[in-house]
Every structure is written in C-alpha cells, then in structure tokens.
Nanobody
Framework: QVQLVESGGGLVQAGDSLRLSCAAS????????MAWFRQAPGKEREFVAR????????YYRDSVKGRFTISRDNAKNTLYLQMNSLRPEDTAVYYC??????????????????WGQGTQVTVSS
C-alpha cells in the first residue's frame, strides 16, 4: 500500500512557477508508475503527466508540454511536478497517483490505485 501527500500548491500570477511535491510512504513507491492529475471546478479530473517506475519514461498532456516537468527521487520516496510559465487555465486541484501494477494504460484515473488528497494551484491573470 502507498500513502501519498501532496504539497507546494499556492496562488501565483500568470507566468510564474511552482514545484509540487508528493511524499510517499510504503514500500512500493520505487516500483510504481506515478502520475499527476488535476481537476478544475466543474470539470472532470484530467491527466497531466506520468513517469515510469525507473524514471526512464515520461509523458505529458499536450497543453503542458514544454512547461511542466515530472520527476521522481526514489531514494526520497518523492514525486515532483515543476510547473513553469503557469497560465490561468492551469488552475485546479492537483493530485498525485500511484500505479503499482504498471499498467500499459496510464492517462485515465482508473489506471491508478492510490491517490493523495490534492493541493490547490491558483493562477491569476
């Protein structure tokens, strides 16, 4: 089992940067594929980025490519999301998620077994 706790959210202006962290407890973090999702008010939760267990592969939704970077430190059991050039449309609650089963499908919420409680990111124009 994996417990996940996000941090690092806040209120920023358009063009600013934030780095989100997701601290994991449990033995399976280093062997789990990890992802970030986000959910804006009135919208469905959407995929943002994913990194495989060994950090050799990453994938991003088109709207964040070139601006966001997902990374992980397995020694520290921590997942990161560096967000640069933030836009008002990035405003959402951001969640980290863990997939210890290493599913081939990774851009849907149903592919993840464990979730954090979320951290709010608000970008003002």
């Amino acid at each position: 089992q994996v417990q996940l706790v996000e941090s690092g959210g806040g209120l920023v202006q358009a063009g600013d940067s934030l780095r989100l962290s997701c601290a994991a407890s449990g033995r399976t973090f280093s062997s789990s594929n990890m992802a970030w999702f986000r959910q804006a008010p009135g919208k469905e939760r959407e995929f943002v980025a994913r990194i495989n267990w060994g950090a050799s592969g990453t994938y991003y939704r088109d709207s964040v490519k070139g601006r966001f970077t997902i990374s992980r430190d397995n020694a520290k059991n921590t997942l990161y999301l560096q967000m640069n050039s933030l836009r008002p449309e990035d405003t959402a609650v951001y969640y980290c998620a863990a997939d210890p089963r290493l599913r081939s499908v990774f851009s849907t919420a149903s592919a993840y077994d464990y979730w954090g409680q979320g951290t709010q990111v608000t970008v003002s124009s």
